[in-house]
């Protein structure tokens, strides 16, 4: 295993095939490398050194991946900062992380131009320093700083380029955000070690359909509102869609219903992962043949997975999944209570509850915050949703833990389409047990979720 980020993504032979294309713009493997080693120059040129933060606010593209490399090359610490961050929350994440600088489109054309007289360092890099902070998704609270050591990542990289079915020289489609700890890892640097083409470019639907086409897509990292769209989108002709052999879909449980329609219609393999922030990130993918559509699949090579009962912490058939390995985080920065509650001896307690199946592959059933204490009972949010999303005229739809007049907990569903509350209600009642209906609903225009898609409860809570 490679002893920091950058050895374990440029540290062998670099072809001269293409490495990126974003827009008009590309690079070959040795010219990105050339690149990386300019930024680092004029990143050391203006006093930022080992151990020093550098925020990182750049969209999808050849930027964000040379300063994310030349940061860490020179044993800086990268903390990458979504797009659509105010001025204040940016604020607010930068001061948490004491960053020196920010790099924003504005600044990154002075950072990446050859760098003429300037030397490009070249230190030694501790595999226990710290390469990257990234913010967990905040879909719960505050977002905090995860410590990722070079190790961690360049560990990740390993395991998860062993078994991503992605060869050398194939085209790999990137639109999750970059910024975000699942697009940093599965989307940018694990094809980059594998020395496929990276195409990388933001979000935007129709870009996004037309992109595989054009540029001859072998596979795509999705999350599941992009599911929908390929298992539902009206003009989607799926003859653009023949060079695409592999689906990967993450950041929140894939309804398998879903799955089955987008892998009838393109005929392209759909498979789900499962990592967190505090796993650098990816812990579990489907890639064995056979694996259902409702699992997360197996976990990677080297990654050890215990599941246990949330209260008692003894082991369970199903509970909570903690996860052990070498990409675990170093912590959580500046809160030792935070890292003491999720870090237990090596184990990252994820928060998620899974059923570990017959074959040894895994099922998401619920976030543990997430579960809904109805009179008692516990009620899953996303067997709620999945099944809601079946019922015609619904777009999109969430499941949240609402009140009562008396303060006790109810489900109530937040939904997007051409139907009435009344219509939802009679459907989800017909179809599960007493305990489990919908207590209220709201008709909304849209349903908040994270960059990476994953829907955003503790908004929907507060409405």
Known sequence: ????????????????????????????????????????????????????????????????????????????????????????????????????????????????????????????????QLACLPFSSGTTGTPKAVMLSHRALAANIAQFAQVLPLQSGETCLSVLPFSHIYGLTALLNVPL?????????????????????????????????????LADAPHLTPEDFRSLHTIVSGAAPLDPRVAARVQNRLGARVMQ?????????????????????????????????????????????????WVSGPQVM???LGDPDATARTLIDGWVRTGDIVRRKHDGSYVVVDRLKDLIKYHGFQVSPVKLEQLIATMPGVTDVAVARGFDSLGDERPEAFVVGAVSANEVMTFVADRVAGFEKIRAVHLVDRIPRSAAGKILRRELTRT
Not at 47 to 75: C, M, S
Not at 194 to 220: C, E, G, M, W, Y
């Open 330 to 332: 170093s912590g959580y």
């Open 193 to 229: 070690a594998k020395r496929a083409r990276v195409i990388a470019q933001d979000f935007a639907r129709d870009s996004f359909l037309k992109a595989h086409p054009k540029h001859q897509v072998n596979l795509t990292f999705i999350a599941p509102p992009l599911a929908r769209l």
């Open 1 to 128: 295993m490679s002893g920091s980020l950058y050895q374990a993504v440029f540290g062998h032979d670099l072809p001269e095939t293409t490495a990126m294309v974003t827009g008009d713009a590309s690079v070959t493997y040795p010219e990105l490398a050339e690149l990386i080693d300019d930024a680092a120059a004029h990143l050391s040129a203006q006093g930022i050194g080992e151990r020093h933060v550098v925020g990182v606010q750049l969209p999808n593209g050849i930027d964000f991946a040379t300063l994310l490399h030349a940061t860490a090359k020179i044993g800086a610490i990268v903390a990458p900062l979504p797009m659509h961050l105010s001025h204040q929350d940016r604020s607010q994440l930068l001061r948490a992380v004491d960053a020196r600088l920010l790099v924003t489109a504005a600044e990154a054309p002075q950072l990446i131009k050859p760098r003429g007289q300037l030397d490009s360092p070249t230190p030694h890099i501790d595999p226990e």
């Open 273 to 321: 992962g499962f990592g967190l922030t505090e796993t650098a990130p990816v812990t579990h993918l489907a890639w064995q043949r056979g694996t259902a559509l409702d699992s997360i699949g197996h976990p990677l090579p080297g990654t050890s997975i215990s599941v246990r009962n949330p209260d008692t912490l003894e082991p369970a058939e199903q509970g909570e999944m």
